[in-house]
């Protein structure tokens, strides 16, 4: 049974730093990617930040320069610093494993159930 677990979610201050961290278990597929999505009050959800395998990253122009995406292949863990947090970085945080079956070539999509992030002071 697959299991993606977030945490390290919680209130902030603007200008203050939070990190995120995800677990992924029981994926019998190759992973070749890991990322974070948010989802804010009244909004869609969007992608924030993912990393493949090969350690190939990208982010939404919003949190470029202020959040930082990494990942431990051994652990099938992915973290995201979030740094300089803004009252517009509001959301739940919800983390997507992306696997692949070699042979058949199907790709599988995983959800956390994530976390809160709220910044306000």
């Known amino acids: 049974q697959v299991q993606v677990v977030e945490s390290g979610g919680g209130l902030v201050q603007p200008g203050g730093s939070l990190r995120l961290s995800c677990a992924a278990s029981g994926v019998i597929f190759s992973i070749s990617a890991m990322g974070w999505f948010r989802q804010g009050p009244g909004k869609q959800r969007e992608l924030v930040a993912t990393i493949t395998s090969g350690s190939t990253t990208n982010y939404a122009d919003s949190v470029k320069g202020r959040f930082t995406i990494s990942r431990d292949n051994a652990k099938n863990t992915v973290y995201l610093q979030m740094n300089s947090l803004k009252p517009g970085d509001t959301a739940i945080y919800v983390c997507?494993?992306?696997?692949?079956?070699?042979?058949?070539?199907?790709?599988?999509?995983?959800w956390g159930q994530g976390t809160q992030v709220t910044v306000s002071s």
């Open positions: 997507n494993v992306h696997a692949k079956d070699i042979q058949t070539e199907f790709e599988f999509d995983y």
